[in-house]
């Protein structure tokens, strides 16, 4: 008696010559296999993932890829959600680019992807933008992360952010990658700009920038207004 969970595909290929685009919202989509998009040369596949849950490898776990641009053009457009490449003892490795005639394009800007490792063995032809979302790789690939954003094949919010990872701190035997995009300026004042009428015990507030230790507060009808 198998304890795998029934797939409700065997396996996904998005391409053709017409192109190819699936898009997931909520629920989830177990999968026996893989995923690939882009699948031939030429092709084009595109997953955009705004919430709910993908599983592969439910079958066959030492199979259990998802492979953006297999020898076509591939792109993942991912708001939400979570892509898991390793439930059930899978395997599964997050593949870019994966030959030499292949693009893939992965725009993680929300929801999470857990895969066993990272492949971008044609890395000119693949990217990885790291918006809100979170990778979450098996064991301790600092190294090849660090590769891979020297490259500037990994960049965080379109190259205005920094990419930070770690191993073993925010989840236990594993790499956690994500994008970061530092907010210098002090931003939601309480009272808003431009208030008037405000009580004289208002309380001041605002939500401080990035590695503030101080602010400036000045008052006035003219900008910069009396410090």
Avoid: C
Avoid at 1 to 27: D, F, H, K, Q, R
């Amino acid at each position: 008696e198998s304890t795998n969970p029934t797939p409700e595909a065997y396996n996904v290929s998005l391409g053709g010559t017409a192109g190819g685009t699936l898009t997931i919202n909520g629920g989830t989509l177990t999968i026996g296999q893989y995923i690939f998009m882009g699948v031939s040369s030429g092709e084009n596949g595109t997953f955009n993932i705004n919430g709910g849950t993908v599983v592969t490898g439910a079958f066959t776990p030492s199979n259990a890829h998802f492979m953006i641009g297999q020898a076509g053009n591939g792109t993942v457009n991912m708001e939400g959600g979570t892509v898991n490449l390793t439930a059930n003892g899978a395997a599964g490795e997050l593949r870019i680019a994966y030959t030499s005639t292949a693009t893939g394009k992965l725009n993680l800007n929300g929801g999470i992807i857990f895969a066993n490792n990272l492949a971008m063995p044609y890395a000119a032809a693949g990217s990885l933008d790291l918006g809100g979302g979170t990778l979450v790789l098996n064991g301790n690939q600092e190294t090849a992360i660090d590769s891979l954003v020297s490259a500037g094949k990994i960049v965080a919010y379109g190259s205005a952010g920094t990419v930070e990872r770690d191993y073993n701190i925010t989840n236990v035997g594993k790499t956690t990658v994500r994008g970061h995009l530092p907010m210098p300026k002090a931003s939601n004042p309480s009272p808003a700009n431009s208030a008037n009428q405000v009580a004289l015990s208002a309380v001041l507030s605002w939500t401080a920038g990035d590695d503030a230790v101080s602010r400036d507060v000045y008052f006035g009808t003219t900008s910069p207004g009396e410090f």
